[in-house]
C-alpha cells in the first residue's frame, strides 16, 4: 500500500463524485424532476464512508438506455465488469458480472434494504433488481466495492454489495408516460401517476410497465409486465413506507458457443423456432443432431418465465431527536420455470431415459418428434424482518440491527412430450399443456438466517473519524427430495441425492474504517473487513451441498468443508475543488487501492459436467484453496463550465489462485493462474455536453483481455464499445403537457463484432464457452409529464 503514496494519482483522469453522501434523497421520477439540470454529474461518491462507496442517480441511469437493468448501469463504474446480450441488460441467463475479481454470485444485494438474494440463474432466494422495481422508478443504485455495510441483508456479499432504491411519490400531482420504440420490434411502455400531497402526510404513486422486444439473431421476444405501488405516510413521529412489485417475465434464450481445437464455432447458436419443418429435419431418425456441429447443436427453443411478487411495509419510528428505530417486514413469492425443448439423442441423454423406460422408443415415447421439452421449475415462498436501531450520543452515531428470513424454496426437473402434431412454444409452460412423462426429482429446501450487527462512528476531532463494528452470521438449512431420482441416474455407487441439515455459524465478522478530511477538498479513507458467502441452499443445482451424487458426499462436505470468506484491505483519496483553470472549472475524483484475501474457495468437480447438467448431481463440492486480489481503481469527472464534463474511470485488478487442486487422479495446475472471465484492465469514459436544450452523451467502455480457463491456456481477446445518447426538450403542444422529452439512444455504434463475454461456466482447459456482441441498435424514447 506504500504505493498509495504516489497521490500524483490526481494527474489520471477518476471518478466522478458529488460532495454528499449517497444516501441523499430524490424523490422524484425521472421524467419530471430532471427537466432542468443544473450541472452535468455521472457519478456519485460517498464522503461520508471509510470505504468506496460510487452510486448512480435516476438521471444517468435512464440516459444509458431508458428501462436499463440498475446492474448494467453499474458498467460506467471503476472496478465493474458487466455483460449481457441484450441492450437493456434485462437477460438473465447470458448475464455476466464482476466486480473487483468477485462473481456475481458473490456479491449482496438488496432494494429498499430487502434482500435480493444471491442472483444466479436459477434462483433460490431472491430476484433481479429489474424485477424488483422497475427500472423508471428506481432513484439510485449503489456499488460498495469490496465491503458492503454490516447491516446489509445478504449471505453472499463476499466481495461488496449492490443496493437498488426505489423513488418515493412526487410532492405533486403528476401523470407521467413514456414510450421507447427501435431495433427489433422493441416497444416499452412506462406510465406512472403520482397522487401528490393527499394532506396529513399521504401520497403515493402506481406505475404500469409493458416491455416487449425481439432478440437481434433470433425470432424469439423477451416480454415483461410490470406494476409498482408504493404509500408513504409522514408524521412528526416517524416515515410508513408501503412498497408493492409484482413482475410477470417471458425470456426466449440461446445458447452459448462452444469453442474447441476440434470444432467449428458459429458467430451466434440460436434456436430454430418457430421453424418446426426445419427442426424436423434437422435431426436424425432417433432424434439426433447432426455430427458435424458437435456439442454446438441447436434445439428448437429455451426460455425462461418468471413470475414475482414483492412487498414490503417499513417503518421509521422518530423517537427522541437522536433516536431512530426502523422495522421493516418483507415478502416475496416467485413461480418459475427454464425449459429446453431439445434432441432427445444428445448430451448422455439417452441413457438418462433408459433408468426410467427401458428398451423403449424414445422417439415415439416423446411424441415422434426427435425432441423432449425439459423443464427446471423453480418456486420460492420467503419473508423476512429488519430491524435497526440509531443513536446519536455525542461524537458517537451508534448503529444495531438484527435480520431474519425464511424462505422455503424448492426445485423441480421434469421432462415433457414433444408431440410432432402439437409442438409448443417458448411462450407457454409445458405443465399447463400436458402430464410430464418424467419428473427425474424434486427438492425441498427449508432455509432460515439470522444475522446482527453493531457498528459505531465515532468522531475523534472535527476531521477525524473512526467506523467499527462487527456482524454475526447464522444460517439453518435443511434439504430433502420428496421425489428422489433414480440412483442409475446419478451414477454407479449413488443411492440418490443427499438429505440433510448443515448450520453454519459465524459470530464475528469485524470491520473497521477510518476518515481523515486532509483539507476541505480532500479525504482519506482506510479501511478493513472480513466477509463470508453462506453455503448455498439450492436443490440439485449450483454450488450447493445438495448437488452431490450421494449421501456420503454430503456428509463428507459437512463434517469438513468451509464457507467461502474474505479479508479486505482498502486505502484511499476523494478529492473535490472548485478550479480556475480556463475552461476548467472543477474537478472530482477518488482513487482507491485494494488487497483481498480470499479464502476457502468452493468448486464443482464433477467426472462428467455434460451430463450432470441434464442429470443433477455433482460428484465432488470442496474447498480448494485462496486467492489473492491487488487492484486499484482511479476514476474522476473535469468541469467544463456546466455544459461539457469528462469522467473516466480506469481499474487494474490481478486475482490469482493461490492453490492447484485434485480432479480424480489428476492435478490441476491453477496456483498462480489468473481468474477466467474478469479482465486486469477496464477503462470507461463518459463525456456529456449540453448545446441548449439538447444533451449528447458519448460513452467508451474497454474491456481487457479474459482467461477462458481455470489453467489460462486459453483466452478471449479485448473489446471496445461505443455507446451515444441524445436529448432533447420538445415544446408543449397544450399547457398540460409539461417537460416533453425526446431520447435517442444507440448501442454498439462501430458496430463492432466479437466475443463479448464467457459463459460463466470454466473448465480446467482445452475449451470455453461463449456469448457475441450484439451488433448495433438504436431506440427512440418519448416521455411527458401531465
Not at 485462496?626 to 487494474?652: C, E, M, P, Q, W
Request: hydrophobic share 35%; charged share 15%.
Amino acid at each position: 500500500m506504500i504505493v498509495f503514496a504516489a497521490s500524483a494519482l490526481c494527474l489520471i483522469q477518476a471518478n466522478s463524485a458529488l460532495a454528499q453522501d449517497v444516501a441523499a434523497t430524490v424523490t422524484a421520477p425521472e421524467g419530471a424532476a430532471n427537466a432542468d439540470q443544473a450541472s452535468v454529474n455521472t457519478v456519485e461518491i460517498s464522503s461520508k464512508k471509510t470505504r468506496s462507496i460510487v452510486a448512480m442517480g435516476s438521471t444517468e441511469i435512464q440516459k444509458i438506455l431508458p428501462g436499463v437493468n440498475p446492474l448494467k448501469a453499474l458498467q460506467t463504474l471503476p472496478g465493474v465488469s458487466f455483460q449481457t446480450a441484450d441492450p437493456w441488460g434485462n437477460n438473465e441467463q447470458n448475464l455476466l458480472l464482476f466486480v473487483h475479481g468477485f462473481n456475481g454470485q458473490q456479491l449482496g444485494y438488496t432494494m429498499d434494504g430487502v434482500p435480493l438474494g444471491d442472483q444466479q440463474y436459477g434462483n433460490y432466494n431472491g430476484l433481479a433488481p429489474h424485477r424488483a422495481v422497475t427500472s423508471e422508478n428506481v432513484r439510485r443504485v449503489v456499488l460498495a466495492t469490496g465491503a458492503g455495510d454490516l447491516g446489509t441483508a445478504s449471505t453472499s456479499n463476499l466481495g461488496g454489495a449492490i443496493e437498488t432504491y426505489s423513488s418515493d411519490p412526487m410532492a405533486e400531482r403528476n401523470f407521467n408516460v413514456q414510450q421507447t420504440v427501435g431495433s427489433h420490434s422493441a416497444s416499452r411502455t412506462f406510465v406512472r401517476f403520482d397522487t401528490g400531497d393527499l394532506g396529513n402526510g399521504n401520497s403515493a404513486y402506481i406505475s404500469v410497465l409493458h416491455h416487449k422486444a425481439k432478440a437481434w439473431d433470433f425470432d424469439g421476444r423477451q416480454s415483461n409486465d410490470q406494476v409498482n405501488a408504493k404509500f408513504i405516510h409522514n408524521s412528526e413521529s416517524g416515515k410508513f413506507t408501503a412498497f408493492a412489485d409484482w413482475s410477470d417475465k417471458t425470456e426466449p434464450n440461446e445458447d452459448s458457443i462452444l469453442h474447441r481445437a476440434d470444432l467449428v464455432s458459429p458467430y451466434t447458436r440460436p434456436f430454430l423456432y418457430p421453424d418446426f419443418a426445419a427442426a424436423l429435419k434437422y435431426l436424425s431418425a432417433t432424434g439426433a443432431p447432426p455430427a458435424s456441429v458437435g456439442p454446438n447443436f441447436q434445439n428448437y427453443y429455451s426460455d425462461a418465465q418468471r413470475t414475482d411478487k414483492l412487498a414490503y411495509i417499513k417503518y421509521e419510528a422518530f423517537l427522541g431527536d437522536n433516536l431512530t428505530w426502523s422495522n421493516q417486514y418483507y415478502y416475496h413469492h416467485n413461480d418459475g420455470v427454464g425449459v429446453v425443448a431439445g434432441p432427445i439423442n444428445q448430451a448422455g441423454l439417452p441413457g438418462l431415459f433408459a433408468v426410467y423406460y427401458p428398451n423403449q422408443n424414445l422417439k415415439q415415447l416423446f411424441g415422434n418428434s426427435g425432441y423432449a421439452t425439459r423443464t427446471t421449475e423453480y418456486n420460492i415462498n420467503r419473508d423476512g424482518f429488519i430491524s435497526t436501531l440509531r443513536l446519536e450520543l455525542g461524537d458517537h452515531a451508534i448503529e444495531a440491527g438484527a435480520w431474519y428470513e425464511h424462505n422455503r424454496s424448492g426445485t423441480f426437473r421434469r421432462w415433457y412430450a414433444f408431440d410432432v402434431n402439437n409442438p409448443s412454444s417458448p411462450y407457454t409452460r409445458p405443465g399447463n399443456l400436458a402430464q410430464p412423462i418424467i419428473t427425474q426429482y424434486a427438492s425441498k429446501i427449508d432455509n432460515e438466517v439470522i444475522q446482527f450487527h453493531v457498528q459505531d462512528d465515532w468522531k475523534l476531532r472535527s476531521d477525524l473519524s473512526l467506523q467499527a463494528g462487527f456482524k454475526s452470521s447464522l444460517q439453518f438449512a435443511k434439504g430433502t427430495f420428496p421425489i428422489q431420482q433414480l440412483p442409475a441416474a446419478i451414477g454407479s455407487g449413488s443411492t440418490g441425492l443427499p438429505e440433510g441439515e448443515i448450520d453454519t455459524k459465524k459470530w464475528f465478522l469485524p470491520q473497521i474504517g477510518v476518515r481523515w478530511d486532509v483539507s476541505s477538498n480532500d479525504q482519506v479513507f482506510a479501511n478493513i473487513q472480513k466477509n463470508m458467502r453462506q453455503f448455498v441452499t439450492y436443490g440439485a443445482g449450483g454450488l450447493s451441498p445438495w448437488s452431490l451424487a450421494s449421501q456420503p458426499a454430503f456428509k463428507l462436505f459437512a463434517d469438513t468443508a468451509k464457507p467461502e470468506t474474505s479479508l479486505i484491505y482498502e486505502l484511499g483519496l476523494r478529492d473535490n475543488r472548485q478550479l480556475d483553470m480556463g475552461p476548467l472549472t472543477s474537478f472530482e475524483g477518488q482513487i482507491s487501492l485494494y488487497h483481498v484475501d480470499f479464502s476457502n474457495r468452493l468448486l464443482a468437480i464433477s467426472s462428467n459436467p455434460i451430463i450432470t447438467s441434464f442429470v443433477g448431481g455433482t460428484t465432488l463440492l470442496a474447498n480448494v484453496g485462496s486467492v489473492k486480489t491487488d487492484g486499484i481503481d482511479i476514476a474522476s469527472t473535469l468541469h467544463f463550465g456546466r455544459d461539457f464534463s469528462f469522467y473516466n474511470a480506469l481499474s487494474f485488478n490481478s486475482s490469482k489462485y493461490q492453490n492447484n487442486y485434485t480432479s480424480g487422479t489428476s492435478l490441476v495446475l491453477t496456483a498462480d493462474k489468473s481468474i477466467p472471465g474478469s479482465p486486469e484492465w477496464m477503462n470507461k469514459f463518459v463525456a456529456t455536453a449540453n448545446f441548449g436544450d439538447t444533451e449528447v452523451q458519448l460513452s467508451g467502455d474497454y474491456v481487457g483481455r479474459r482467461y477462458a480457463t481455470y489453467t489460462n491456456d486459453m483466452s478471449i481477446p479485448s473489446y471496445f464499445l461505443l455507446g451515444l445518447t441524445v436529448t432533447g426538450k420538445l415544446p408543449a403542444p397544450a399547457s398540460f403537457v409539461k417537460n416533453l422529452r425526446w431520447t435517442l439512444a444507440l448501442t454498439n455504434v462501430a458496430d463492432r463484432k466479437g466475443i463479448l463475454q464467457i459463459n460463466g461456466s470454466y473448465v480446467a482447459s482445452g475449451s470455453y464457452a461463449s456469448y457475441s456482441i450484439p451488433p448495433r441498435q438504436g431506440f427512440l424514447t418519448l416521455k411527458a409529464d401531465f
